[in-house]
């Protein structure tokens, strides 16, 4: 069975939940549980979770007045396992904050508060359960998310997806696309081009583990660390 190691977060119980349910064996890492390099040595796959903002002094900015930082430490221990997970080639599903520690990590920016800096921006943090839909996000054809998900999409270009967010992608890493927007341009989902599985989402996808959406993007995941092994 395939382990995967989930990045820290305040409710763990859908990652690790999800991960099961796709046939992984998750494992948690945080700050202070050993350095990235040797964590990410015993794992096949590697699940990066929502949370705080990312620390805009590490992409060249100051912080906008809404900035909550995430757990002391967390930045620094996140970025390292990202570079590492994408350096060695180690299978990597990023999700919510997870997406935007990845895109910094390999050189990204970020919009560090949608309300007030996308003009016509949508709703992203919306007050409903955990797993309601708040707006459709449009897929790019050919991507690795899309054939993931085409069993979920109404038209095989849009799926409806919950949201959580009041930062997101801005400048884009170098070596990654964009495979999916929201009606208001917010970036939604990026990945690497290529047979690698490094797939980013910026909603949460762990949250539906009852129910069986998205949990194709754990699938690939855990299929993708289980080949690695093989």
Not at 14 to 20: F, G, I, P, T
Not at 196 to 220: D, I, K, M, S, Y
């Amino acid at each position: 069975m395939a382990k995967i190691a989930i990045g820290q977060n305040r409710k763990m119980e859908d990652y690790l939940e999800a991960v099961r349910r796709a046939g992984g064996d998750p494992i948690e890492v945080a700050v202070g549980s050993g350095a990235p390099e040797q964590l990410l040595a015993g794992v096949d796959g590697l699940v990066l979770t929502g949370g705080g903002d990312v620390d805009p002094a590490l992409y060249g900015e100051a912080p906008h007045e809404t900035f909550q930082a995430a757990e002391p430490g967390r930045d620094a221990f996140e970025i390292s396992l990202a570079r590492t997970a994408v350096t060695k080639g180690i299978p990597l599903l990023a999700i919510c904050r997870g997406m935007q520690v990845l895109n910094v990590a390999m050189g990204g920016t970020l919009v560090q508060d949608i309300p007030t800096q996308v003009a016509g921006a949508l709703h992203h943090s919306v007050p409903q359960q955990r797993a309601g839909h708040a707006h459709e996000v449009w897929v790019t054809s050919g991507s690795h998310l899309q054939a993931l998900l085409n069993d979920h999409m109404e038209d095989g270009e849009t799926c409806h997806v919950n949201s959580r967010h009041h930062q997101a992608v801005k400048d884009v890493a170098p070596g990654f696309e964009v495979t999916a927007t929201s009606p208001d341009g917010v970036i939604e989902a990026m990945e690497t081009p290529g047979p690698a599985f490094c797939v980013a989402v910026q909603w949460h996808p762990e949250n539906f583990w009852r129910t069986g959406e998205f949990r194709e993007l754990f699938e690939g995941l855990v299929r993708a660390a289980t080949a690695r092994t093989s």
